[in-house]
Antibody
Framework: QVQLVQSGSDLKKPGASVKVSCKAS????????INWVRQAPGQGPEWMGW????????TYVPGFTGRFVFSSDTSASTSYLLISGLKAEDTATYYC???????WGQGTLVTVSS | EIVLTQSPGTLSFSPGDRATLSCRAS???????LAWYQQKPGQAPRLLLY???TRTGGIPYRFSGSGSGTDFTLTISRLEAEDFAVYYCQWSGTFGPGTRLEIK
């Protein structure tokens, strides 16, 4: 069945970087774009943007430019979210989601704390 | 930029009740990209409806959606215990703030 499996939770210090992975299975990876969503504790989801897995071209929603980078590796059927210069307010669960918003990864909790 | 409003933030009902949740857009939007999600604690959001009124696979018939322009509605005809959760509307990627359904 179609599924997205994300990397495990991570604890980082302010200023560090984190890379979240999202491995797809059950369908040809490059046929569906991948969305990325942030959900801070107790808050609603925020759409960060998406990556075209055919071309590798990312699109970022305002507010998620600069420190956030989407990438994909077709050979590994995996999409990645890199966040650099981490801040305390980046503490959140990050989800990858298929293009049609139907299949969600299980989420990756990134905690930023000194 | 489209802003979605969901009010009230919390609704209280008893099992068996009919619940109507509201989602309002800051300007007229196409139904095509209006979706509803359910989220339970510790879980990812789950897509319930897309194109304002089309249920995704496995979603019970008690969930229905309607609306157009700026006003959209999610109706749960007879609440079951498993339906008490947070519900989000979404338009073309942008999420509303959510409505929590709690047991009265």
């Amino acid at each position: 069945q179609v599924q997205l499996v994300q990397s495990g939770s991570d604890l980082k210090k302010p200023g560090a970087s984190v890379k979240v992975s999202c491995k797809a299975s059950g369908y040809p990876f490059s046929t569906r774009a991948i969305n990325w969503v942030r959900q801070a504790p107790g808050q609603g989801p925020e759409w960060m943007g998406w990556i075209n897995t055919t071309t590798g071209i990312p699109t970022y929603v305002p507010g998620f430019t600069g420190r956030f980078v989407f990438s994909s590796d077709t050979s590994a059927s995996t999409s990645y979210l890199l966040i650099s210069g981490l801040k305390a307010e980046d503490t959140a669960t990050y989800y990858c989601v298929t293009e049609e918003w139907l299949i969600w990864g299980q989420g990756t909790l990134v905690t930023v704390s000194s | 930029e489209i802003v979605l409003t969901q009010s009230p933030g919390t609704l209280s009902f008893s099992p068996g009740d009919r619940a109507t949740l509201s989602c309002r857009a800051s300007q007229s939007v196409s139904n095509t990209y209006l979706a509803w999600y359910q989220q339970k604690p510790g879980q990812a959001p789950r897509l319930l409806l897309y194109a304002a009124s089309t249920r995704t696979g496995g979603i019970p018939y008690r969930f229905s959606g309607s609306g157009s322009g700026t006003d959209f509605t999610l109706t749960i005809s007879r609440l079951e215990a498993e339906d008490f959760a947070v519900y989000y509307c979404q338009w073309s990627g942008t999420f509303g703030p959510g409505t929590r359904l709690e047991i009265k």
